[in-house]
Nanobody, 123 residues
Framework: VQLQASGGGLVQAGGSLTLSCAAS????????MGWFRQAPGKEREFVSA????????YYADFVKGRFTISRDYTKNTVYLQMNSLQPEDTTVYYC????WGSGTGSSRDYHYWGQGTKVTVSS
């Protein structure tokens, strides 16, 4: 199983980025997918998740209204569209897969993790 995250980079405050996470080696439709982020010295925190069917989405309070999660079953890819980015959004973002899950906010429920993609928002 491999989760390949991409799309991070440098953006000015107020700008946008779209993160992608391409999954391989698994049956994509049987996994809920999530995005987490982790700053140095801090615990990994939940950002967003999407259910296996794509019919339910979940967001941390600090990204509601700014970020949108989606998934493409033809490409086995999950996306995180990030708008109105702020300097406090600067950190490494990780995608994760939860087998037969519904899209939980607990990192312990996820079975596979991507390598992370770094997002830097300048003020």
């Amino acid at each position: 199983v491999q989760l390949q995250a991409s799309g991070g980079g440098l953006v000015q405050a107020g700008g946008s980025l779209t993160l992608s996470c391409a999954a391989s080696g698994l049956m994509f439709s049987t996994y809920a997918m999530g995005w987490f982020r982790q700053a140095p010295g801090k615990e990994r925190e939940f950002v967003s998740a999407i259910s296996r069917s794509g019919g339910s989405t979940y967001y941390a309070d600090f990204v509601k209204g700014r970020f949108t999660i989606s998934r493409d079953y033809t490409k086995n890819t999950v996306y995180l569209q990030m708008n109105s980015l702020q300097p406090e959004d600067t950190t490494v973002y990780y995608c994760a897969a939860e087998r037969w899950g519904s899209g939980t906010g607990s990192s312990r429920d996820y079975h596979y993790w991507g390598q992370g993609t770094k997002v830097t928002v300048s003020s």
